[in-house]
């Protein structure tokens, strides 16, 4: 690679020089008319023009090794498609009666991502009411795939609803219908594998940890479920999806239920995850939208809240906050030197992606489902909470 770093600052220097000993040499070439004494030390204006143009032909060729690229996705807070969720949806029949009135804002980006706090074991039977044990109708799976969710994180409380089979069924299921998983699995090693979501050549990439296994609060661990105490396999992670990743987001499900501000084990484990390389963290599990960080240069949201959620009993848990995240990526083309291209060539020199901006869509829920953007006095309520006084963030 040092190589191609030395190409890059010397090759378009050869090229200009080449350029202008070209120039000389078409003035002087006798068999273009011209006498090759008839370059003199102060340039004629025509000669100057024609130089110019050259320069300018030289630039805009550098220019078109480089490519910028853009992607964006929308990060949501908890997802509940159980319980009186699916009672509604029941009663409508129609599962995308949860996602309708936020269609405008996810299909105005490249794809979406949240945590999915309802496994499916196959059965289409739910409790209405009255359960913290949920089981999402496999038919509800509808919305997230029409609306483009392309990865969720299943590292949270409710992973093990449906036991160990409930959960292997679950990751079946969404990798059948498109969607990637991540924080839970079979094992350890799958709980903690991270997942890619490639957009426009931009790689993003996903963690998914929880500060519990079952919903006991934390006090059982099992091989299930990535924790949150677990920081070497945090790091470890991080560090190996450093050469692989553009940016790098850690979903992070912890925290004390109904509060505005996050807890000293959220703020350790998500200031080691920055510390570690981590680009962002997004965290749930609250229920209530909690208070955000700038960390080192990284942003740190502790809880987005509820996105689609049965929690009408009071005001804060029908609130929740949606992130537009935008990223941008530049790659510079390696040029190649008397033969064919390598695949570092072909593919360009990797640049992690910058954030570009977050735009801070609050949101109501409705009818003990269906969240909808917050209108301009909602919207402050919301932001005013948790003390945020700019939007978008930079």
């Known amino acids: 690679m040092k190589r191609y770093n030395l190409l890059?600052?010397?090759?378009?220097?050869?090229?200009?020089?080449a350029l202008i000993l070209g120039f000389i040499q078409h003035k002087a070439d006798p068999y273009l008319g011209q006498?090759?004494?008839?370059?003199?030390n102060s340039p004629s204006q025509s000669q100057g023009d024609e130089f110019q143009y050259y320069i300018n032909k030289a630039n805009e060729l550098a220019g078109k090794n480089n490519s910028e690229t853009t992607a964006s996705f929308l990060a949501v807070g908890d997802i509940m498609l159980s319980r009186n969720v699916a009672g509604t949806i029941k009663?409508?029949?129609?599962p995308l009666l949860p996602f309708s009135r936020m269609a405008d804002e996810l299909k105005a980006v490249d794809f979406s991502v949240g945590n999915l706090e309802s496994p499916m074991s196959g059965s289409e039977y739910f409790n209405p009411s009255g359960t913290m044990v949920f089981n999402m109708p496999t038919a509800n799976i509808k919305g997230l795939v029409d609306y483009n969710f392309k990865l969720v994180t299943l590292a949270n409380n409710h992973a093990l609803d449906q036991g160990l089979k409930g959960l292997e069924f679950t990751k079946k299921f969404l990798a059948g219908n498109n969607i990637k998983a991540v924080g839970a699995g079979k094992n350890l090693n799958e709980a903690w594998q991270p997942a890619v979501v490639e957009q426009n050549g931009i790689k993003i990439c996903f963690l998914g940890v929880s500060y519990a296994s079952v919903n006991d609060n934390g006090k059982t661990t099992n091989d299930y479920v990535a924790r949150i105490e677990d920081i070497e396999n945090l790091k470890s992670k991080i560090e190996n999806l450093k050469s692989l990743c553009d940016f790098t987001a850690v979903?992070?499900?912890?925290?004390?239920?109904?509060?505005t501000k996050p807890n000293q084990v959220q703020e350790n484990f998500a200031h080691a995850a920055i510390d570690?390389?981590?680009?962002?963290?997004?965290?749930s599990h609250p229920h209530w939208v909690q208070s955000?960080?700038?960390y080192n240069g990284k942003y740190i949201f502790y809880s987005l809240g509820n996105f689609i959620f049965d929690q009408e009993w009071s005001k804060e848990t029908k609130e929740g906050l949606v992130l537009k995240i935008t990223l941008k990526s530049s790659k510079q083309k390696n040029p190649t030197i008397g033969g064919a291209a390598s695949l570092d060539d072909?593919?360009?020199?990797?640049?992690?992606?910058?954030?570009?901006?977050i735009d801070l869509i609050p949101v109501i829920i409705e009818n003990y489902s269906t969240p909808r953007p917050a209108n301009q006095e909602e919207t402050k309520s919301i932001?005013?909470?948790?003390?945020?006084?700019?939007?978008?963030?930079?």
């Open 383 to 394: 932001l005013d909470k948790i003390g945020i006084t700019q939007n978008p963030l930079k």
């Open 292 to 294: 955000v960080e700038k």
């Open 251 to 259: 979903l992070m499900h912890a925290g004390t239920e109904y509060t």
């Open 91 to 94: 009663k409508a029949n129609d």
């Open 35 to 40: 006498n090759r004494y008839e370059i003199k």
């Open 276 to 283: 570690d390389g981590a680009d962002m963290v997004i965290g």
């Open 8 to 17: 890059k600052i010397f090759l378009p220097i050869l090229f200009v020089i």
């Open 346 to 357: 072909l593919q360009g020199t990797r640049i992690k992606a910058t954030l570009e901006n």
